[in-house]
């Protein structure tokens, strides 16, 4: 499966944005995972949904502000973020792995991923 990342731009603190992953096949057989590498820092987990949507993962610092939900007939998955905070400022990527009952964090798991799409919040 290929991914294609899109939606990102820029926001000022406290603003909001959904960013979107689209998969060239059938994504809904996949988990998918948001991941996001800011410049000088390691990329790390934000966020995951697992391959039927009953199951999501979030990372500590994004928990009640972010939001990933999917949409498999769309081949989509979107990660809505609100209450931005400067330190959100990344390069976003989505990516996926297999199926799973519950979605997992790391990296490692992940085999497919997307070109990732620039976030930038402004303070």
């Known amino acids: 499966v290929q991914l294609q990342a899109s939606g990102g731009g820029v926001v000022q603190a406290g603003g909001s944005l959904s960013v979107s992953c689209v998969g060239s096949a059938r994504i809904g057989n996949y988990d998918v995972g948001w991941f996001r590498q800011a410049p000088g820092k390691e990329r790390e987990f934000v966020a995951a949904?697992?391959?039927?949507?009953?199951?999501?993962l979030y990372q500590d610092s994004v928990k009640g502000r972010f939001r990933i939900s999917r949409d498999s007939a769309m081949n989509t998955v979107w990660l809505q973020m609100s209450s931005l905070k400067p330190e959100d400022t990344a390069v976003y990527y989505c990516a996926a792995g297999p199926s799973s009952l519950s979605p997992t964090s790391g990296m490692s798991s992940y085999h497919a991923w997307g070109q990732g799409t620039q976030v930038t919040v402004s303070s």
């Open positions: 949904i697992n391959w039927n949507g009953f199951s999501t």
